[in-house]
């Protein structure tokens, strides 16, 4: 590690100071191929992205890249990692991509960065930061509409002066910029269109210069390539393996008659979806596919990898394919939820495991490019069963009364209910709660015009009932006054090729809510996830008090009187903390959502490796680590969602805590919404399990 910090730190001062280096990197129009310091040149890429690989494994990540006979990373940098909130800006910890970068660097590793805006990747709205749908009724995304190109002006104004100084030709390691993503899919296909990325051009042009080489890359078809370019953009195409290459190339050639032909998005795997089969590409089958490609007009093509090593999708990043073609209500669409795991089949597992189909790749790669020593996978750590308990104070009303002593700024108060990103919360649960007049007789029946994506109905007498808005639209038949809507998010749609009225993208409630045909008014809305765990993406971890109870005081929970609810509720409040037969009223008419947490008396685990966390017998909630040393400030992460019945995913990457964190205990948290096991129990095993069974009807 010394000898690769002098390597970094050289590389830092080259970087900033350019220490009189002379590089450059075009296109040689006239020898078809990229142009690297003079020579003809071609690179082998792999699609690794930072924001899904805890930091302290960049390096091993990179090494394991390298070793394997690539030449370069690419990766996407999304506008809501490092723009969680409005006029808030994140380049720290898993955001730092200034220091990715110099990692590779000092690796001997070029990088090709794709700054979007949009994104797709299976990440939560394709890259765009969701309070864009907050406050702008007009807005129009991948258009050149003046409130969205407002936004991504100030974004780029940002970002991009920062990324001029690792340009290739200013001593640094990006040879390549990609403009905005497969944006021939973007319907229509018009002069407005056009006129879009237009502007990008120009944006990218003014911040980098003249210098650098901006690619499009859009699916190999005519029809595809043809609606995702202009002049000024490289274009290039991205495939699978399988098929005719010359022919998929020569949809490319079409658009740059000259030049170097560029996969730049080669699959080595595939997406998957909460509820559907894990998706594989047969490893054989993938070595060939590489093989021909690097093959293909007298060994000269460039290809990027897609994916090289997938990651994780952290906290409430995973995004979702809006099924637009089936709706359940009138031009509502559906919402496939992606999984947590962003494992993709890649030849380094979700872990950064060496696979089967690494080695075969590898094999392949050292025919073309210098292959490295091999490091080695990391430990990863066997506990076994671990029993988990109801966290004294964490039923979800309680969990309200807590956000209302500890955090009211969380509470907003409306007379209609608002969607979840017009009260300044990105991602995650809502509850929602108002009481229903005595002028409504009882039974009520609840109507909900739009909701995002998954609610749970409930009142006092603790019957709760769930839809989702995949199935047939759902009347709630109530018999309490004290009426509770939570809501669930399952990802804003990623998939960009049609644009919707932007309250089709919105969470939480979207619309008004109905008892008996009659508008109830008067709501409050608590913002459970703003004040719940949200890192490594957004600032605001378990509120330092809270963490303080949760951790050290954990019985004192939902015992003080808060002034920040209406009397009613904290009435109720006081009267559900006072019942010894909560916990048994609850489960005998339906589960109500609940934190629990790991057991006495192994209150913390000893995880200092990498290890899984396997959810069977859970129904569907939100995994958080919370680690902690006497004298230390407690530190919170937002693992991701779970949902073993739904599958395929069953087991949960948890990395280890990380060299700043040797010596402190790990106390894991699951906020459950639907069920637990009869045992509460978990299993910590040291293999993941992300291809199990799956039931498509849970969606």
Same mark, same amino acid.
């Given at each position: ?510 619309? +008004?809510?109905?008892? #008996? !045909?009659?508008?109830? &008014? ?6 459970? *996830?703003? %004040? /719940? ?51 048994? +009223?609850?489960?005998? #008419? !339906?589960?109500?959502? &609940? ?6 008396? *192994?209150? %913390? /685990? ?56 040797? !010596? ?36």
């Amino acid at each position: 590690m010394a000898k690769w910090s002098i390597i970094l730190a050289l590389s830092v001062f080259l970087v900033l100071y350019g220490g009189g280096m002379t590089q450059s990197f075009t296109i040689d129009y006239e020898r078809d191929c990229y142009s690297k310091d003079g020579e003809c040149y071609r690179y082998i890429a792999g699609e690794m992205h930072y924001f899904r690989i805890p930091p302290h494994y960049w390096e091993d990540r990179l090494l394991k890249l390298r070793a394997a006979g690539f030449t370069t990373v690419q990766t996407y940098i999304p506008w809501n990692v490092h723009v969680p909130a409005e006029d808030t800006y994140n380049f720290e910890g898993i955001g730092d991509v200034y220091r990715y970068m110099k990692i590779a660097w000092s690796l001997g590793i070029t990088v090709i960065v794709r700054p979007g805006p949009f994104l797709a990747t299976e990440w939560d709205y394709g890259g765009f930061p969701a309070w864009l749908l907050k406050d702008r009724p007009t807005l129009d995304v991948r258009r050149n509409e003046t409130v969205f190109m407002g936004e991504v002006r100030k974004w780029y104004a940002k970002l991009l002066p920062t990324l001029k100084p690792y340009l290739y030709s200013n001593g640094g390691p990006i040879i390549a910029v990609q403009v905005e993503n497969e944006f021939g899919s973007n319907k229509p296909c018009d002069a407005a269109h056009f006129d879009y990325l237009t502007q990008l051009r120009e944006i990218y042009r003014e911040h980098l210069g003249d210098d650098v080489v901006l690619l499009t890359v859009d699916g190999d078809s005519h029809a595809l390539a043809t609606c995702g370019n202009i002049d000024g953009l490289y274009s290039t195409v991205n495939f699978g393996s399988g098929g005719n290459i010359t022919d998929k190339f020569m949809v490319q050639r079409k658009q740059e008659p000259r030049g170097p032909f560029v996969c730049s998005a080669f699959f080595s795997g595939w997406l998957d979806h909460w509820g559907h089969r894990f998706a594989k590409t047969e490893a054989e089958h993938l070595a060939r596919g590489l093989r021909d490609v690097l093959e293909f007009n007298d060994k000269s093509a460039s290809v990027s990898m897609y994916m090289f090593h997938g990651g994780t999708n952290f906290a409430y990043m995973q995004g979702g394919r809006g099924d637009w073609n089936n709706a359940t209500t009138t031009a509502y669409p559906r919402l496939w939820g992606k999984m947590t795991s962003y494992d993709y089949d890649a030849p380094l597992s979700e872990a950064g495991d060496t696979t089967w189909k690494y080695q075969l790749l590898r094999d392949v790669i050292r025919n073309y490019s210098k292959v490295d020593t091999v490091p080695a996978n990391t430990t990863k750590q066997y506990i076994g069963p671990v029993e988990m308990i109801e966290q004294p104070g964490g039923s979800i009303i309680q969990l309200m009364e807590l956000c209302a002593q500890s955090a009211p700024q969380f509470i907003v108060k409306s007379q209609f209910p608002l969607p979840m990103e017009q009260m300044g919360q990105n991602h995650g649960i809502v509850v929602y709660q108002t009481v229903i007049p005595d002028s409504i007789s009882l039974p009520a029946d609840i109507d909900i015009e739009l909701y995002g994506d998954r609610v749970y109905v409930f009142t006092e007498t603790w019957d709760v009932q769930m839809s989702s808005r995949n199935r047939p639209y759902k009347t709630f038949t109530v018999n309490g006054r004290m009426l509770f809507i939570l809501v669930e998010d399952n990802g804003h749609s990623n998939t960009g090729h049609v644009r919707y009225s932007y309250k089709y993208y919105q969470k939480g409630i979207i619309g +008004n809510v109905t008892a #008996n !045909g009659q508008v109830l &008014t008067d709501w409050n809305a608590f913002l459970l *996830s703003n %004040f /719940l765990p949200r890192g490594p993406y957004e600032s605001g971890d378990f509120y330092p008090e809270v963490l303080e109870e949760l951790l050290l005081q954990p019985t004192k929970l939902g015992k003080k009187k808060s002034e920040n609810m209406d009397d009613y509720l904290t009435n109720l409040m006081e009267k559900i903390s006072k019942s010894d037969k909560y916990s048994d +009223n609850l489960r005998s #008419n !339906g589960f109500l959502p &609940t934190l629990y947490r790991v057991a006495h008396p *192994s209150l %913390f /685990l000893d995880l200092q490796d990498d290890t899984y966390v396997d959810t069977q017998g859970w129904g569907k909630g939100i995994l958080y680590v919370v680690y902690y040393k006497e004298g230390e400030k407690p530190q919170a992460m937002n693992l991701g969602r779970y949902w073993p019945v739904a599958g395929p995913q069953k087991r949960h990457y948890i990395p280890s805590p990380g060299p700043d964190r040797v !010596g402190w205990g790990t106390a894991l948290f699951m906020f459950e919404l639907e069920q637990v096991p009869a045992n509460m129990t978990v299993v910590i095993t040291d293999t993941p399990l992300v291809d199990g069974t799956f039931d498509s009807s849970q969606q």
